[in-house]
């Protein structure tokens, strides 16, 4: 089970971090990734990070502005988002993929999914 917190209310150019904690598995055998969903729109790829914290990889539109982290043994996924736009506004979501990399991490990788946190961007 994933369980995301963090979303909010921010003003561009602000900051948010999300968290996702993860149970009744073996958090630090799964690639885990953020995707997010605008209103109205697809689910898209934000950033994943490998196993060990070695590798990571970021969506273009958010490259120097985001960044994941996790920690194995607080269970627990990170996303510290800085310099927040407005399209940056979204529903966030938590991913794990247990045969996934960080070159290879998609949905349809995917093997449990968080339920979302709301992240709006005002102008």
């Known amino acids: 089970q994933l369980v995301e917190s963090g979303g909010g209310l921010v003003q561009a150019g602000g900051s948010l971090r999300l968290s996702c904690v993860a149970s009744?598995?073996?958090?630090?055998?799964?690639?885990m990734a953020w995707f997010r969903q605008p209103p109205g729109k697809e689910r898209d790829f934000v950033a994943t990070?490998?196993?060990?914290?070695?590798?990571?990889r970021y969506a273009d539109s958010v490259k120097g502005r985001f960044t994941i982290s996790r920690d194995n043994a607080k269970n627990t996924l990170y996303l510290q988002m800085n310099s927040l736009k407005p399209e940056d506004t979204a529903a966030y979501y938590c991913?794990?993929?247990?045969?996934?990399?960080?070159?290879?991490?998609?949905?349809?990788?995917?093997?449990?999914w968080g339920q979302g946190t709301l992240v709006t961007v005002s102008s």
């Open positions: 991913a794990a993929a247990r045969f996934a990399t960080t070159v290879t991490m998609r949905q349809t990788a995917v093997n449990y």
């Open positions: 009744g598995g073996t958090f630090g055998a799964y690639t």
């Open positions: 990070i490998s196993t060990n914290s070695g590798n990571s």
